[in-house]
């Protein structure tokens, strides 16, 4: 066989690591089905709930990302989310972590594009944590139920938090990748 049609041990430890999840989950829903088998019939219905939400979501996700990876430049993404972004950045990375709508899923590969882009880990984390806890739509309601002043104090600790938790995770991940 010529090298080209031969899978070398880099390309095979790559395919086996992105299965290792799969797996995983596979073995615990399979276990769990053996410790609760009267349970058995609510946890495949709402096992097939969620995988249908996620067949329909994904395609969306994954044509964002192909228009972002081609309308938006590494140099664009470096310049406004990149190390050097600063305080800019992490207000761009809240901008578009509020703006999605739907499960907190989607913002994964949304974040993973991001990162191999060129944005800091910092406006990873706080994009992250906008998505999860700063949507508009979410803030919209808040406001009617809860008030104005209940809801620009939540979100007012919110962000704060976010960009600490980004800041401090930052740290953390650029020592232990020093250590290694």
């Known amino acids: ?15 086996i690591k992105s299965y290792v999840g799969v797996l995983i989950f596979a073995a615990l829903f399979i276990g769990v089905v053996i410790l609760f088998p ?4 609510t946890i495949l219905s709402e096992s097939t709930k969620y995988f249908i939400e996620m067949l ?20 664009q993404t470096t310049k406004y989310l990149g190390k050097e972004s600063g305080t800019k950045g992490a207000l761009i990375a809240i901008i578009i972590g509020s703006l999605p709508t739907g499960p907190l899923y989607m913002s994964f590969p949304i974040a993973s594009s991001l990162l ?3 944005a800091s880990m910092l406006n990873i984390i706080v994009f992250l944590g906008a998505c999860a806890c700063l949507k508009i739509p979410q803030g919209l ?9 209940f809801m620009m104090l939540r979100w007012s600790f919110s962000i704060i938090l976010i960009i600490l938790m980004g800041y401090i995770l ?3 991940l650029e020592e232990y990748s020093n250590d290694n």
């Open 170 to 172: 930052e740290k953390l």
């Open 1 to 15: 066989m010529n090298g080209n049609k031969m899978m070398n041990e880099n390309d095979k430890s790559k395919i």
């Open 56 to 75: 329909l979501i994904i395609p969306s996700v994954m044509l964002f990302i192909g228009l972002f990876g081609a309308w938006i430049s590494k140099e």
């Open 116 to 118: 191999k882009k060129g």
């Open 141 to 149: 309601v808040e406001l009617k139920f809860m008030g104005i002043r």
């Open 38 to 41: 009267e349970r058995k019939d």
